[in-house]
Structure formats: structure tokens, C-alpha cells
């Protein structure tokens, strides 16, 4: 299996450079109109490369199949990526930087603005030592969560429809706008995907197969104060800033995302806006374990409680909505799709690292609608941000991935 290093690279690039970052206050779907760019580019690629059925809805979900080649049924599976990109960090005019044969050195993204990626840092960067690199300028976002996810499902499809002696069954893949902001799924048509199971191509470094994932929630606290002209305040003005410091100190010290790792669950503030008169936190809410969520929002509601208690005033309030749930209690029970994927990886060498999710996918939503679907390492790091990057030789092992496990399953279910 050969895939042509450039002919990845080239995809790769065409995808990143179109914006497509979501929007989180836009109840719109998609969320944002720029998403529909490269929607259209790829509906229009994807016939253009021989796939069949292949569809853009009015939510902007990109459908496709590939025949089966096979003269017995098996399993139809299916691949799914996001087109959509973080509005932590600008994906606006992105420009990739390519770094061929990396040394094992500092890779200076913008000298100009004296943005350098390290390995003293950001020590994965190690383990590509001889691989091409692709970078950002540092000053915006890469794409490769999840535009590398889109190259290997297109460049692995493209691959088996120009190598008709690979067998296979049906294949089924869609693109979803929104992941990023949580609606990835929503609109899902499961039922018209047709697939058993599937793979989400959302990971980080190769490697990684994930059916684990936390539960999750996101909170938002409103305290409302009272403002008097501070010369006369005694006695009257309500600071609803300082009550919020109260609140958020009343949080455990040590349960942040900066501070815990593996099934470790966190609360992370991640917006606050206050004035005297109305302070607003915006909070995630994650744990493994569906007891220890449960818990985790009691104690988070049971702080405005108390503290409401103390003043004698109601100034606090809390609303916690659900927003996906581990995705293992709906795989473990067919966990030879698990399986599949991890002798796929160990027949190309790659030593499968199979672990937990500290966040999610658009496949822990999947699951619970009804389609079983693990993750599958896209080969991106850092996402989110300007020191985001993807080793090419990464994107290729995703893509010899694909193809084996749609291999595999042609055998095992003959």
C-alpha cells in the first residue's frame, strides 16, 4: 500500500486555507455560513473521485458511498470527520508551513513575532524526527482538527476506488459542520447513513484508538448585585464580583484541567464577565465515570445553595445542561469493532495506544443515537492554537488505516 506523500500534502493544504471556524452563539445550522466553502469543494471532490450517492443536506452533512466489491454481504462501516474548526483561535487565513526532514530542533513559525515551536516544550515533537511537518505561522490555528481526518477519509476512498483488487463491503462516510461548538451530531441522520458502526478519524497523535470519553455538561452562574455610588454603599451595595470569587473558590483547588489527567474529572471556568451589578461564569463540567458526574454538577449546584443560604438572598443561580455522555457503555458491547481497528494498526506497525478521551467526539453523540463509533487517531497536536501541527507520514498511516480495517472486516464477516 503506497499512498502519494504530495498528492496528501496538496489536500491537506486546499482544506486548511478555507476558513471554516463555527460559532458557538449561533443557534443556526451550521453556525456559520463559511462552512458551506468547503462543504461544496468536497461534495464536488468526492464525486469527481468515483463515490457514489453522494449528498450535501441543508444542515451541510456530507454523505458518500462506496460499493461493495465483494459477491457476499458484510457490515456496511462508516468514516466520519468534522469540516468545522475551533473558535478558541482564529482559522481565518491560515497559512501552512511545510518542514521537510525535521531535525529535532526549534521550528520558528514567525520570526517576526518571535513565535517558535519547541521541542523543550511541546515534547512530542520528538517523536517525528525525519518526518515532514506541517505548521501554522503561529498566528493563527492548522486545521488538522479535523481537515487531517477529512484528507485520510477522502484519500483512503480515492485509494480503494483506484486499487478495485483491495476487497471490501459497502463503506459509508459523512462530514459534520458544528463539532466544535457540540451540535457535530444533532442532525445526524443516522438512519440514512445506514452504516453497523463507524470510526470518527478525530484523534491526536498516531496511534490513538479511544471508545472512552467523558460525560459532560456545561453550567452557567449568574450572581446579580446591586450598585450604589461607593461613598454611600455601607450596608447597601451587592458586589456581585466578589460573590463570585466566593463561588469559585468554593470549587475544589486542584479539580481544573490544569491539574488532573487520565479519568481524572474536572470543573473548568473557561468565561467570566462581571460588573458590580451582574457577574456571569461560564463553566464544563467532565468526569468518566457516570456517578462521579452526577456528583460532580449536585456539589456545583449545592455552592449556590449554600452560599444564597449565607446571604439570605436568592443572587445566585445555576443552570447545568447535559451535553454528551460516555460513549463506552454503548461500544463495550460490541467491542470487536474495537478490536478491528486495533489488529488493523498492529498489522501496519503502529502500536496502538488505547485510552481514554479527556473530551469528545462527534462519535460519543453517535453512539447514543444508535451508531457505535470509537475514535481513530488523526495525527494532529496542539489543536486549538498556533502551535498546532501534523506530521505527513501521520495522515498517511491514518489512510493505510482505513483501508485495513475495511480489508478486515471483508474478511472476517465472509
Given amino acids: 500500500m503506497k499512498f502519494n506523500k504530495q498528492h496528501i500534502i496538496d489536500r491537506f493544504v486546499s482544506y486548511v486555507t478555507i476558513d471554516t471556524e463555527s460559532d458557538p452563539t449561533n443557534p443556526a445550522f451550521p453556525s456559520t455560513e463559511k462552512q458551506w466553502d468547503l462543504a461544496k469543494i468536497l461534495a464536488k471532490e468526492l464525486e469527481d473521485i468515483g463515490m457514489s450517492d453522494v449528498t450535501l443536506d441543508e444542515h451541510c452533512y456530507i454523505m458518500a458511498t462506496l460499493p461493495s466489491n465483494l459477491d457476499y454481504e458484510v457490515p456496511t462501516i462508516g468514516f466520519v470527520a468534522h469540516i468545522d474548526t475551533s473558535p478558541d483561535f482564529t482559522g481565518a487565513n491560515v497559512k501552512p508551513q511545510i518542514h521537510e526532514n525535521y531535525d529535532g530542533k526549534d521550528i520558528v513559525l ?6 517558535i515551536l519547541s ?11 525525519g518526518q515532514t511537518i506541517i505548521t501554522t505561522d503561529g498566528t493563527t490555528l492548522l486545521g488538522a482538527d479535523d481537515k487531517a481526518g477529512v484528507t485520510e477519509i477522502v484519500s483512503a476512498m480515492e485509494y480503494l476506488i483506484n486499487h478495485p483488487e483491495i476487497k471490501h463491503g459497502k463503506i459509508r462516510i459523512c ?4 463539532e466544535e461548538v457540540g ?3 444533532h442532525l445526524f441522520d443516522v438512519d440514512k447513513f445506514g452504516a453497523q458502526w463507524a470510526y470518527t478519524m478525530d484523534g491526536s497523535q498516531i496511534g490513538e484508538l479511544e471508545y472512552e470519553n467523558f460525560n459532560a455538561a456545561g453550567a452557567k452562574v449568574t450572581i446579580e448585585g446591586k450598585i450604589v455610588h461607593p461613598g454611600y454603599a455601607k450596608g447597601k451595595m451587592i458586589n456581585s464580583m466578589l460573590i463570585a470569587n466566593e463561588f469559585i473558590s468554593a470549587l ?3 479539580e481544573v484541567p490544569e491539574r488532573t489527567t487520565g479519568y481524572e474529572g474536572f ?7 462581571g460588573t458590580v451589578e451582574k457577574t456571569t461564569l461560564e463553566y464544563i463540567i467532565r468526569d468518566h465515570d457516570m456517578e462521579l458526574f452526577l456528583k460532580r454538577k449536585s456539589d456545583f449546584e449545592n455552592i449556590a445553595t449554600t452560599i444564597n443560604q449565607n446571604l439570605e438572598k436568592e443572587l445566585i443561580t445555576v443552570e447545568i445542561k447535559d451535553q454528551y455522555y460516555n460513549m463506552k457503555e454503548k461500544v463495550t458491547p460490541v467491542m470487536y469493532i474495537v478490536d478491528i481497528a486495533e489488529e488493523a494498526m498492529k498489522d501496519l506497525g503502529i502500536q496502538p495506544l488505547i485510552k481514554a478521551i479527556r473530551g ?3 462519535g460519543s453523540q453517535l453512539s447514543y443515537k444508535g451508531l457505535p463509533c470509537p475514535n481513530i487517531f488523526a495525527g494532529g497536536h496542539n489543536f486549538h492554537g498556533r502551535y498546532e501541527y501534523v506530521p505527513v507520514e501521520s495522515m498517511i498511516k491514518a489512510s493505510e488505516v482505513i483501508v485495513t480495517i475495511a480489508q478486515k472486516v471483508a474478511q472476517k464477516f465472509k
Fill in 252 to 254: 475544589p483547588k486542584e
Fill in 175 to 178: 462530514f459534520t459542520p458544528d
Fill in 119 to 129: 521541542p523543550n516544550y511541546f515534547e512530542d515533537l520528538l517523536q517525528y524526527k
Fill in 110 to 115: 514567525n520570526a517576526a513575532e518571535n513565535i
Fill in 360 to 362: 469528545g467526539t462527534d
Fill in 267 to 273: 470543573f473548568h471556568l473557561h468565561d467570566m464577565h
Fill in 183 to 185: 451540535k457535530g451530531a
